[in-house]
């Protein structure tokens, strides 16, 4: 099988540019892991496209193929806890950053590293949630633990026409939140409308700095954004509020005060899914399977790409020209 060939993008950098380009390798050139895996899909992500386009610094291994999540199934494996024909799922772990990832058809992983499909999502179905998705449960999965359920009031969430964004939506809205969204663009309105949002934030204030404390408006938050964004929701939050904060598409500075905290009580919750432990990432998986509307995946999936219209679509992610989710038929 070590003459077997496939296709597979491939960075590299030279005179300090990221060159992207779909290569023909061998087995052999994967990395020494110990899971073989047969991918069927990948998704584009923010972080994949600062990467491919070499305008974030995520890519810390040369040469690289990118991808942070894949989906697929096991081909080969010493890992006692995996067996050939499994279908898994991957995200996180600095694949795609500082190991090799899932722009490609065959993968070599650490098994450690690969989730069991739930018997209820296919491959496919797999990647049109893939990182975002998981993200967005664990957003929602932190406000709840800190004491939110639909009868708190407003949930608001940035960034809603996004991969994130889109999802959270569609699960808040799902569960029986009332859901207030922020796109930044009256187009999108329609689309984060279909997923269950009731209202939309969008004004000129979000431009604007906001002061230490604005008006109460938000029982919690999920924020994708950052920055000056983050900073107006924590001012406009309720007392006793709750922001779980998953992004930084609009920077990683912070420009607030401690007012929010101090005098409403208000809670700052940070969620990562890259090092999540594997029980929180199963349990993630199997919440998903069953809080995510499987009708709406089509709805947030908004384009189907293969390898060679990757770079492409990373560059229209970036310039805000898409909107919900691209999952990446790597066949």
Request: charge should be neutral; aromatic fraction near 6%; glycine fraction near 10%.
């Amino acid at each position: 099988m070590s003459e077997t060939t496939f296709k597979a993008l491939l960075l590299r950098e030279e005179d300090r540019k990221t060159l992207a380009a779909v290569e023909t390798l061998k087995l052999d050139a994967l990395p020494a892991e110990d899971t073989l895996v047969k991918i069927d899909y990948s998704t584009l992500n923010y972080k994949d496209a600062l990467a491919i386009t070499g305008k974030g610094k995520i890519v810390r291994s040369w040469p690289l193929v990118p991808g942070i999540d894949f989906s697929g199934e096991i081909v080969e494996t010493t890992n006692a806890s995996l067996k050939p024909g499994q279908k898994v799922v991957l995200t996180g772990w600095g694949v795609g950053e500082k190991y090799w990832g899932g722009y490609s058809q065959f993968q070599r992983v650490r098994g450690a590293w690969l989730v069991p499909l739930p018997d209820s999502l296919t491959t496919r179905q797999a990647m049109m949630i893939g990182t975002a998705g998981i993200t967005a449960m664990l957003c929602v999965d932190a406000l709840e633990a800190a004491g939110i359920n639909p009868g708190s009031g407003p949930v608001l969430v940035t960034g809603a026409s996004g991969g994130v964004g889109s999802t959270a939506v569609a699960i808040l809205a799902h569960l029986g939140y009332d859901v207030t969204a922020l796109t930044r663009s009256a187009a999108k309105h329609d689309f984060v409308k279909g997923l269950g949002a009731r209202a939309f934030a969008d004004d000129p204030s979000w431009a604007e700095a906001p002061r230490a404390l604005e008006g109460q408006k938000w029982a919690a938050a999920i924020d994708t954004v950052g920055s000056r964004v983050l900073a107006r929701v924590l001012a406009e939050m309720n007392y006793n509020g709750v922001v779980a904060a998953c992004g930084l598409a609009g920077g990683a500075d912070l420009p607030t005060t401690v007012m929010p905290f101090i005098l409403r009580g208000v809670k700052l919750l940070g969620v990562d899914s890259v090092m999540l432990p594997y029980e929180q990432r199963v349990r993630a998986w199997r919440r998903i399977a069953t809080d995510l509307p499987m009708p709406m995946l089509e709805q947030i999936n908004t384009r189907t790409v293969r390898l060679p219209e990757v770079v492409a679509a990373a560059n229209a992610l970036l310039t805000g020209q898409l909107r919900g989710r691209v999952l990446v038929d790597v066949n």
